[in-house]
Each structure stands twice: as C-alpha cells, then as structure tokens.
Nanobody
C-alpha cells in the first residue's frame, strides 16, 4: 500500500506563486506515474500535470502550460508542483495521485491512478 500526503497549499493573490509537495510512503516499487489533479467547487476533478518517472516525460493541462512545473525527487519520494502566475480560476483542492503505467502511457483520468492523497487547498484572490 502507498500513502500520499500533500502540503504547501494556501492563499495567494493573483500573479503569485506556490509550491505544492506530495510525499509518498509505503511500497513504492510499483509506482512510476505521479500526477496532480484539482477540483473546484461544483466542477469535476481535472488533471493538472503528470510525470512519468521511467521515461522522464511530462504532461500539462493546457490551462497551466507555461505556468506550472511538475518535478520529482526520488531520494525524498516527493513530487512537486511549482505554480506561478496564479489566477483566481486556479482556486481548487489539489490532489496528488500515484500509479503504474506499463508502457509509459500517461493517464489523464484519476481512474488511472491507484493511490490518491487527501488534498491541499489553493485559493487565489483577485
């Protein structure tokens, strides 16, 4: 089993920056895909960014390209989401997810991830 714990959320003004962290613990040998999702009130959960550890490839939602950066530190079992130029529409609960992809396929649906964290709130004011 894998546990994921997010941190780093908070309140920031538009144009500001935040860095989210997600630390994994447990049996991690079957984890090679890490992702950040978000869900705003009244909206469906959507993918923000994904990193495939095995091939070092990444995916970003169009809405965050050029503003957000996903990275991972294997030594710390941690995945980060650096968010800059934040907008009020980025306000949401942000969730970390982890899973396995056999052929390097990047999953953009949360159903593709076996493990999910509890989330950290990000609020961007105008």
């Amino acid at each position: 089993h894998v546990q994921l714990v997010e941190s780093g959320g908070g309140s920031v003004q538009a144009g500001g920056s935040l860095r989210l962290s997600c630390t994994a613990s447990g049996y991690l040998d079957n984890i090679n895909l890490l992702a950040w999702f978000r869900q705003a009130p009244g909206r469906e959960r959507e993918v923000v960014a994904v990193v495939y550890i095995g091939g070092y490839s990444t995916y970003y939602a169009d809405s965050v390209k050029g503003r957000f950066t996903i990275s991972e530190d294997n030594a710390k079992n941690t995945v980060y989401l650096r968010m800059s130029s934040l907008k009020p529409e980025d306000t949401a609960m942000y969730y970390c997810a982890a899973g396995w992809t056999p052929m390097g396929t990047i999953f953009t649906s949360v159903s593709g991830y076996e493990y999910r964290g509890q989330g950290t709130q990000v609020t961007v004011s105008s």
